[in-house]
């Protein structure tokens, strides 16, 4: 049993990704569902109230009694703010829960039972993710907007950088009600690069492959990056700060305990260049913390890649350079790269994640783009002026991969919605 026909949903969220794939099969036999994400940190503008609930019973309305699953590429609140229940037990997340999916796929660093100092999940010999390390990491952030975050808005000077802080940090606060609903509403399936995942038993004549993330063993340039900046060194600093995940008043406590601050206008006239000068070093310090925290998260997202009848479907989540590495070295997975027909633009379109590498396994050079009808499908979900800076060459989406994209895709972007709640494409079984 194969699939006749498969459709990719892509909801219009703002700043974050929900993608409900639909795989249909010959008569007398359900559809199957996987739902990709669901969440968002920026909603577009003139978004209805109650985005994620109506979005949550568009799902529920397309899925009904068929079989469902779940993949949460990662922790980040734009990838699954939506899995949230709410305080009342009636958020988005509850609507999903009550599909009951048959597995809820999740990278291998979110398993609850891995020990701080676990060397390996079970039955694999790797290095487990630090839990305590993005614990702290994410007390740092819930600081930074709760705590830092007001003074540096009250200050014009800073407002570049408060800016960032505030969406960078209200990023990676702890999505608690999220992680604990994703936990609970399914069997789960925290995976790694070549682990052979229950959605391959779930969607039958579908070849699903695990590209990312990678272990330490597998790649050994992930324990270096980790060791100097995401996990090690971050989390010796998280304690020095006196930022465990333990309570409020931790939480609350001084981020940079004895640096110099100042407050207020009455400082005399030879003395505000220090006092602007301290603010402005506390707000950087405060944004390189939170972004380091960023980047640990985008590099445990799942990569997935499902083929089918001639098809091949790339979603690599927030997947940043780190964590393609592995993937990009190895001959048995290039090989499958090499012609994927859908791909998921990473990272909503940020510079460091649909490497150049990858690109030109798609594109080399003295290639011409195809005709339109013959030419790769792209879906990128993304809001402009959220994330980076045009002058730095930051910005997301990057304006030099939107023209490539449109250059030599068939791109679909959440930036050319308006008020559609969702944009799809049906892809046919190829004989």
């Known amino acids: 049993m194969v699939p006749t026909s498969v459709r990719v949903r892509m909801y219009q969220v703002g700043f974050g ?6 795989f249909r099969y010959p008569a007398r036999t359900k559809p199957r569902h996987v739902l990709i994400d669901f969440g968002t940190t920026a909603a577009p503008s003139g978004s209805p109230a109650r985005l994620l609930g109506r979005i949550a019973d568009d799902i529920r309305k397309t899925v009904g009694k068929d079989p469902f699953a779940v993949v ?16 009342n037990g009636k958020g988005p997340g509850a609507i999903i829960a009550a599909l009951k999916p048959q597995c809820v796929v999740q990278p291998w660093t979110e398993q609850p ?29 819930k600081h930074a907007v709760e ?8 200050s014009f000077q800073h407002t570049a950088t408060a800016e960032q802080l505030a969406f960078i940090g209200e990023d990676n606060i702890s999505n608690a009600g999220a ?33 990312g993330p990678p272990t330490v063993k597998q790649h050994a ?44 206008g009455s400082a005399p006239r030879w003395a505000r260049w220090i006092i602007k000068s301290l ?25 997935l890649l499902f083929e089918f009848g001639g098809h091949r479907f790339l979603f690599p989540g927030d997947a940043q350079i780190e964590n393609w590495e592995y993937a990009l070295g190895q001959k048995k997975f290039t090989d499958l790269l090499k012609n994927v027909t859908v791909y998921k633009v990473g990272h909503h379109g940020s510079l460091n994640a649909t490497p150049k590498t990858l690109w030109k396994e798609w594109y080399p050079q003295g290639a011409k783009p195809l005709a339109m009808d013959q030419r790769m499908t792209s879906f990128m979900s993304t809001k402009a002026g959220k ?28 930036q050319e919605l308006e008020e559609a709640l969702y944009v799809d494409e049906i892809f046919k079984i190829q004989n």
Request: glycine share 8%; charged share 25%; with cysteine.
């Open 179 to 211: 992680v604990r609903n994703l936990m609970q509403m399914g069997p789960n399936d925290y995976v790694y690069a070549g682990k052979v995942t229950k959605l391959a038993r779930f969607l039958p004549g579908v070849k699903v492959t695990v590209l």
């Open 279 to 303: 603010r402005s070093a506390h707000g950087d310090q405060l944004l390189e913390l939170v972004r380091s925290l960023d980047t640990a998260m985008n590099n445990t997202s799942v990569i």
């Open 113 to 141: 039972d891995l020990a701080v100092d676990a060397k390996a999940p079970p039955g694999f010999k790797g290095l487990a993710a630090r839990q305590e390390t993005l614990a702290s990491l994410q007390a740092i952030a």
């Open 17 to 22: 990704d929900c993608f409900l794939l639909t």
């Open 72 to 87: 949460a590429t990662h922790r980040h609140r734009d990838h699954i703010a939506g899995f949230d229940p709410g305080s």
């Open 387 to 414: 994330h980076g800076s045009v002058a730095s060459g930051t910005e997301v989406p990057r304006a030099k991969l939107v023209t490539a994209l449109k250059k030599w895709t068939r791109l679909h972007s959440t």
């Open 221 to 264: 340039s992930v324990r270096k990056e980790r060791a100097r900046d995401p996990d090690e060194f971050w989390s010796l600093q998280g304690k020095a700060f006196g930022l465990d995940s333990g309570s409020d008043s931790t939480a609350r406590a001084a981020l940079f305990p004895g640096h110099a601050r100042a407050t207020g």
């Open 147 to 154: 705590e830092a975050l007001p003074t540096l808005q009250r």
